[in-house]
């Protein structure tokens, strides 16, 4: 299982939704994102990584945050219809977790399928809420869930969203040592999405 060592068609009807909102599939605000809006607190940014020359090319490009260090993954690890393209590490800016990039091939599968699919590959996951944004002119879905560590011996939140593009889906998970550090992480895991733009 992938998460043990670790861890285009664009989503339509969404067209309420402004820059960075979050939005459930019928086009309502989420309640997740209405109650908590964790992520949603500034991360300063600490430059831009998925363009040719970045420490990691992909097929979209978003802001790291500040100390985070970025570099291509060298494990062949998949994860449902998705691979591992770059790890972000936070241990430099004080954290203990990663910020993940997984990408596909190109296909019809939207991003709530490709989620879903990413999702269910992983073992002891339960209480998945899932809700729609946009970013950059992209659509996408983004699900905030609990995974339990048999390795901790405890549940912790991890979070990812996904979007598809031309050149295929991508996915963005932040899992973290426990729910603590995750939410820690929230920031700049918000800031990805938030500045998130087609490579």
Do not use: N
């Given at each position: 299982?992938?998460?043990?060592?670790?861890?285009?068609?664009?989503?339509?009807?969404?067209?309420?939704?402004?820059?960075?909102?979050?939005?459930?599939?019928?086009?309502?605000?989420?309640?997740?994102?209405?109650?908590?809006?964790?992520d949603r607190?500034?991360?300063?940014?600490?430059?831009?990584?998925?363009?040719?020359?970045?420490?990691?090319?992909?097929?979209?490009?978003?802001?790291?945050?500040?100390?985070?260090?970025?570099?291509?993954?060298?494990?062949?690890?998949?994860?449902?219809?998705?691979?591992?393209?770059?790890?972000?590490?936070?241990?430099?800016?004080?954290?203990?977790?990663?910020?993940?990039?997984?990408?596909?091939?190109?296909?019809?599968?939207?991003?709530?399928?490709?989620?879903?699919?990413?999702?269910?590959?992983?073992?002891?996951?339960?209480?998945?809420?899932?809700?729609?944004?946009?970013?950059?002119?992209?659509?996408?879905?983004k699900v905030?869930?609990?995974?339990?560590?048999?390795?901790?011996?405890?549940?912790?939140?991890?979070?990812?969203?996904?979007?598809?593009?031309?050149?295929?889906?991508?996915?963005?998970?932040?899992?973290?040592?426990?729910?603590?550090?995750?939410?820690?992480?929230?920031?700049?895991?918000?800031?990805?999405?938030?500045?998130?733009?087609?490579?």
């Amino acid at each position: 299982m992938a998460h043990a060592a670790l861890p285009a068609g664009v989503l339509t009807g969404c067209s309420e939704a402004g820059e960075g909102d979050d939005f459930t599939t019928s086009g309502r605000p989420s309640a997740t994102a209405e109650t908590s809006g964790r992520d949603r607190t500034a991360a300063s940014s600490g430059g831009t990584i998925g363009a040719a020359g970045s420490a990691c090319e992909l097929p979209v490009t978003f802001d790291v945050a500040k100390s985070w260090k970025a570099e291509t993954a060298k494990a062949p690890l998949s994860q449902g219809p998705v691979t591992l393209a770059c790890e972000i590490d936070a241990r430099p800016a004080g954290s203990i977790g990663f910020l993940r990039v997984w990408t596909g091939r190109s296909g019809d599968a939207d991003a709530r399928t490709v989620l879903e699919a990413f999702v269910a590959a992983e073992d002891g996951v339960s209480k998945e809420t899932y809700s729609a944004f946009r970013s950059g002119g992209l659509s996408g879905t983004k699900v905030e869930y609990l995974y339990a560590s048999e390795l901790l011996d405890e549940t912790k939140e991890e979070s990812a969203f996904a979007v598809t593009t031309a050149e295929g889906p991508v996915v963005v998970h932040l899992g973290g040592l426990d729910t603590e550090e995750h939410e820690e992480m929230l920031p700049a895991y918000g800031l990805a999405r938030r500045t998130l733009r087609v490579g």
